[in-house]
């Protein structure tokens, strides 16, 4: 395990281990193919997900290390849904293209993650020994109901993930993950990026990309 963890450089007096910089790099790749919507993001998703429950692990970032085993079995749900889920089309089957939640559908996504957070935070709170037990909780329930949207291509995802962005990045800082912290900047970029890319895309005809 301390083989994982060899460091690979010191930032800001911190030392960042090869599992974290290749972790940053999957990542990265990751959501610049989810904002073009090609499928081969959710097997970064997966990678990524595993090397960052083991950074989390060793943090003590606990609920954010669990949601990396929930990110991984969603990244293969939602890579089968870019491959083969349906949608609905003027009341019809169609391909799974991008398409705005329905005003209940965004009170659902917002109970989901008003339900989640006290919850996951109680949980942390109860049974780990977590410093940073609320922190941890909020990232950690909204990015499930994020994942979720973006499984289904709902462009109120990249929202989430921008509220979700900007809590990890104090959280990271705190805990001394400065690769990590950086990357959380650029996911908070990011998020407006794809929300704009995505909210375009439901003007115009669905492309299929390889």
Known sequence: MDALFATAFELWGTPTSWTEVLAFALALAMVGCNIRQIHWGWPLAILSSLLYLLVFWRSRLYGDAVLQLFFAALAGWGWTQWLKGRGQQAGQEAPLRVTALSPRGRRWTVLACAGLWPLTGWFLLSFTDTDVPWWDAFPTAASLVGQVLLGRKHPENWLIWLAVNVVSMGLFAYKGLWLTTVLYGLFTVLSVVGWR???????????HHA
């Not at 890319?197 to 492309?207: H, I, N």
Request: charged share 35%; no cysteine.
């Open 197 to 207: 890319a995505w909210r375009k895309d439901l003007q115009r005809p669905q492309v």
